[in-house]
């Protein structure tokens, strides 16, 4: 059996399913072979314009590492482990394209750490976040705590962290996290009107939002506001731009064209 299956929901917008529901869907060095390589065929896919990640079974998106793994002191296997992890999770951050994650039941631990990895989050009432390291003797190791720390602010991440508290779907609207949270039985209309509004996004002015966003958030705010102009100017000056503006004047959807 496959641990990851891609699909095409609709066209433009590119499933890749974490599909281990008996282990709920942990990470494993096999899985995250194979989700790498699916990310890496989404984002040279031209006719991909979205990608959105979602767990199989129901009860959860990804629920952590397989801890199996880490028994037994294999400390070069361990290190090895997450040092390819950060890498693939740092990949995923700085895909051109927006990724949407879906969440039903937990995502904890690598789980989380790849949901604040995506751009556009959206959670079913089931939903249960954290990163429950701390309980293993450990910490987050993909990227954890510094993205939640961005994400939501000190004492928000040290309150998850340090009493190891998994964050409600509620919890993470209140906080900003999630974009919506949906009933589970909604979830799958959800993701489709999210997906279809990203795909109204001219592909090149989505890629340097989403650079924009990632860069601006640790420069100093007359630097990030420069930059954002400087990416203005030259979204002006490409062939889309300059559609998006003639499509609105004379009241038609633009044909983006990456140029």
Known sequence: MALIEPSDLIPGVRQILFNRPDKLNALSTPLMREFESA???????????????????????????????????????????QLNSRRVFDWLERIAKPVIC??????????????????????????????????????PGGGGTQRLLRAVGKYAASDLLLAGWRMSAERALA???????????????AILRR????????????????????????????TAKSLEQETLFRLYSTADGQEGIDAFLEKRDPQFRME
Do not use: N, W
């Open 39 to 81: 990310l890496e065929e989404a984002a040279a896919d031209p006719d991909v314009r979205v990608i959105v990640l979602r767990g199989a079974g129901g009860k959860a998106f990804v629920a952590g590492a397989d801890i199996a793994e880490y028994q037994g002191h294999k400390r070069a296997e361990f290190i090895a482990y």
């Open 102 to 139: 879906a969440i039903d039941g937990f995502a904890l631990g690598g789980g989380f750490e790849i949901a604040l990895c995506c751009d556009i989050l959206l959670l079913s009432e089931t939903a249960q976040l954290g990163l429950p390291e701390g309980r293993l003797g450990l910490c």
């Open 195 to 222: 997906a279809r509004a990203c795909l109204k996004i001219a592909p090149l002015a989505a890629a340097e939002m989403k650079r924009l966003l990632r860069e601006g958030a640790d420069a100093g705010i007359e």
């Open 175 to 189: 906080l900003g996290i999630a974009a919506e949270v949906a009933p589970a039985e909604g979830m799958d209309e």
